[in-house]
C-alpha cells in the first residue's frame, strides 16, 4: 500500500489538477475505495518520454526449495572409516615452584612453592550418535598441566581429552585386544597423564627449613592404539555381489542404501531398522558382498568380514538368477568359517531373491533340493513375500532374546 501511494503522489507532481479529487477521497479516510477508483486513471496517464503503469504487478519469481541431494555411494564411503590407528600423547605434568614467603615484619616467612598441576588424559568414549571413525585424527595430544606458585598455589590440572567413537568400536595394541566399547556411554581412560611436580614447600622438614629444590612434571604416557569398527546388528545379511542385499535391505526397512545394476555397489556396511507392532525394533546390516576368496583379502576382502561377528543371527541372500544358486550357498558357508571357525552354524535363514525373474522358479525348487533348511522366496523389487522375510526374522531375534541361539550373550542388545 505504502509504495502504490509513493506512485501516485510522484504522479500527483506532474497533473497538479487531478489534486482537488484526491483530498475528497481521502478525505473520508476510504483508501480502499481511492486505490480502487484511482487505478483506472493512471493507466491512461503518460510520463513525458516513458510510458509507466503503476497497476503492473512485481513479476518475481519464487525460488522453490531445493531438495537435499543424496550422497552417492563413493562420497558415502569418504565419510565412513572403520579403522583408524592413533597416536596418543598424555598431557605432562606442571613443575613445582620454589618461593620463600615475604611480608613485612615477617623475616622469616618460608618456604610456599606450591605444586604443579597433573597432566590431562586421553580416554575413548562410546556415543551412539557417531556412526564412523572419520573424524579421529591421526595424533591427539592432551593439555599440560600447570606450574605451581607462590603463596602455596597449586598448579591446575590438564584437562582429561574424550575421542568420541561409534559403539561396537574395538580397542587394540599390537593384535591384542584392549577393550570392547558396545554400550552407550562406555569409557576407556588409554593413557594417564603425568604427575605435577612438588615445590619447595612440600620439601620442609625440621632438618630442613629452607628447601631451596623443586622437582618437574612427569612426562605423560604415550601410546599407538588400532581402532577397529564392527558394526552392532541383529542380523546381517551376506551374498555375492549384485545378489539384491541392498535392494532388499529398502524393502523391509527405513535404510536407503545405494542401488545399481553392477557388483560391489555397497562399498560400506548399511544398517536398517526393522519395526514391529509391538515396537520391538530389529536392526539388520547390509555387508558389502562377498566372493570366492573373500577370507584370501580377495574383492573387498576381509576388511568388512569383521562386521559380521557381531550378528547374532545371518541372512544367506541367494541370486536365483544365477545358473546354480545352491553353490553360493556352499561358498558362503566355506568362506565365513575361514575367516572365523563356526560362524557360519550361528542361527541363519536362506532368502532366494529375485524371484520374479524368467527361470527363478526351476532355480528355486533346485535349491530346495540341495538344502534341507528353511527357504524363503523373495522379491525385493515388486515386494513379493517380503512379509513372512519379516515374520521370520522376529522368531530368530525372539529366540535371541530367550537365548535359544548358539551364541550367550548376558545382556541382549536391544534397540
Not at 144 to 171: A, E, L
Request: glycine share 10%; hydrophobic share 35%.
Amino acid at each position: 500500500m505504502l509504495a502504490t501511494l509513493s506512485s501516485f503522489q510522484s504522479l500527483l507532481r506532474l497533473h497538479p489538477g487531478r489534486r482537488l479529487g484526491l483530498a475528497c477521497i481521502f478525505a473520508e479516510k476510504k483508501l480502499a475505495c481511492a486505490a480502487r477508483c484511482l487505478l483506472p486513471a493512471t493507466w491512461r496517464l503518460k510520463v513525458p518520454g516513458r510510458d509507466v503503469s503503476t497497476a503492473a504487478p512485481l513479476q518475481a519469481k519464487v525460488q522453490a526449495k531445493r531438495k537435499k541431494r543424496e550422497f552417492s555411494e563413493k562420497k558415502l564411503t569418504r565419510h565412513f572409516v572403520d579403522h583408524r590407528c592413533v597416536r596418543l600423547v598424555a598431557g605432562s605434568g606442571g613443575k613445582g615452584a620454589c618461593s620463600f614467603h615475604s611480608e613485612p615484619r615477617k623475616e622469616w616467612g618460608g618456604p610456599d612453592g606450591g605444586n604443579g598441576g597433573d597432566g590431562g588424559s586421553i580416554s575413548f568414549k562410546a556415543d551412539r550418535f557417531v556412526k564412523s571413525l572419520a573424524q579421529v585424527v591421526p595424533v591427539f595430544k592432551a593439555e599440560d598441566g600447570h606450574s605451581g606458585g607462590s603463596k602455596n598455589c597449586y598448579g591446575r590440572n590438564g584437562r582429561p581429552t574424550f575421542i568420541c567413537v561409534p559403539i561396537g568400536t574395538v580397542v587394540k595394541e599390537q593384535g591384542r585386544t584392549l577393550m570392547d566399547l558396545s554400550e552407550h556411554g562406555q569409557v576407556y581412560l588409554a593413557v594417564f597423564g603425568g604427575a605435577g611436580g612438588k615445590g619447595n614447600r612440600f620439601f620442609l622438614s625440621n632438618e630442613n627449613r629452607a628447601p631451596m629444590s623443586a622437582t618437574p612434571g612427569s612426562v605423560g604416557q604415550e601410546r599407538v592404539l588400532h581402532l577397529e569398527l564392527r558394526t552392532m546388528a541383529h542380523a546381517g545379511l551376506v551374498g555375492f555381489p549384485n545378489a539384491g542385499k541392498s535392494s532388499l535391505l529398502r524393502a523391509i526397512s527405513n535404510a536407503r542404501p545405494a542401488v545399481a545394476a553392477y557388483p560391489f555397489t555397497t562399498l560400506n556396511p548399511h544398517v536398517g531398522i526393522v519395526k514391529y507392532r509391538d515396537h520391538e525394533q530389529v536392526a539388520v546390516a547390509d555387508i558389502p558382498g562377498i566372493i570366492e576368496g573373500a577370507h584370501l583379502n580377495r574383492g573387498l576382502g576381509i576388511s568388512f568380514l569383521r562386521h559380521i561377528e557381531r550378528c547374532r543371527f545371518l541372512l544367506f541372500v541367494l541370486d536365483l538368477s544365477s545358473p546354480e544358486p545352491w553353490t553360493q550357498l556352499q561358498y558362503l558357508r566355506y568362506e565365513l568359517d575361514q575367516y572365523e571357525p563356526g560362524l557360519s552354524q550361528r542361527p541363519h535363514a536362506i532368502v532366494a531373491n529375485k524371484i520374479d525373474l524368467p527361470k527363478a522358479r526351476e532355480n528355486f525348487h533346485t535349491l530346495k533340493s540341495h538344502v534341507t533348511q528353511r527357504v524363503i522366496p523373495v522379491s525385493a523389487v515388486t515386494g513379493h513375500n517380503t512379509e513372512e522375510l519379516i515374520l521370520h526374522l522376529r522368531e530368530l531375534y525372539d529366540g535371541y532374546l530367550h537365548g535359544d541361539g548358539s551364541i550367550e550373550e548376558e545382556n541382549p542388545t536391544r534397540w
